[in-house]
């Protein structure tokens, strides 16, 4: 069972597909948080209260659900993906042992994507910030000369892994999470902008004017 889940993981395919996860999803959800609200206020079936109230809603919704994903389900998958490939699925996979944790890897990842040598070379010789010590010290020696090649090792396994955790997190975050901190959210934002009530006031009158006819 695991044999087939690893020769997936480790397709550079996979890398390819889902290296712009996180983006993706963070542009489809800002898109819908601006196109929903605004069909539905250029919508002149509905009266301007209902507008107002409906459109504000799905904004509050599709933000809530961008801010969550980005704050804690990004980092939380990308992080555990990161440790669950390399402690268990990928433990006697080469490659992994180069890098201590994703942070360390998506910056080793960045530098192996500059087409410049010189470039990468002039990173690594910079001082951390707040310390006397260069970026290359980061680094194995391994990913020092593979980073002084024309084409280095961009380890596209452990990109792939990365990919496959954020993917799952959109998932299930966007699905199970997100949604419940929104509508904890979203009611008591809509009283204090006024909207909630603005809402029942118009609901009623519509009542009414269906029980009159």
């Known amino acids: 069972m695991i044999e087939p889940i690893k020769s997936f993981i480790t397709s550079s395919q996979l890398a390819t597909i889902a290296q712009n996860t996180t983006q993706s999803v963070a542009i489809e959800t800002t898109l819908k948080s601006i196109g929903r609200p605004?069909?539905?206020?250029v919508d002149k079936d509905i009266d301007s209260d209902t507008k107002q109230y409906a459109a504000a809603k799905e904004f509050l919704y599709?933000?809530?659900?961008?801010?969550?994903?980005?704050?804690?389900i990004v980092p939380v998958f990308k992080k555990g993906g990161f440790k669950l490939a390399k402690e268990k699925l990928f433990k006697n996979t080469q490659g992994f042992e180069h890098f201590k944790d994703v942070k360390e890897y998506l910056h080793y990842r960045k530098l192996a994507d500059n087409p410049s040598i010189d470039n990468r070379l002039a990173t690594l010789n910079k001082n951390l910030p707040g310390s006397n010590?260069?970026?290359?010290?980061?680094?194995?020696?391994?990913?020092?000369?593979?980073?002084?090649?024309k084409n280095p090792e961009k380890f596209a396994y452990v990109k792939g892994a990365v990919e496959l955790s954020n993917i799952i997190g959109s998932v299930l975050g966007l699905a199970i999470l997100?949604?419940?901190?929104?509508?904890a959210f979203i009611h008591p934002a809509l009283r204090f902008l006024g909207l909630e009530d603005k809402n029942k006031k118009a609901n009623n009158q519509a009542?009414?004017?269906?029980?009159?006819a």
């Open 178 to 183: 997100a949604p419940q901190v929104s509508h």
């Open 38 to 41: 605004g069909f539905i206020l």
């Open 207 to 212: 009542q009414k004017i269906d029980t009159k």
């Open 62 to 72: 599709q933000a809530t659900c961008l801010a969550v994903y980005m704050a804690l």
């Open 133 to 149: 010590s260069k970026v290359k010290d980061l680094y194995d020696a391994t990913l020092i000369e593979e980073l002084k090649k």
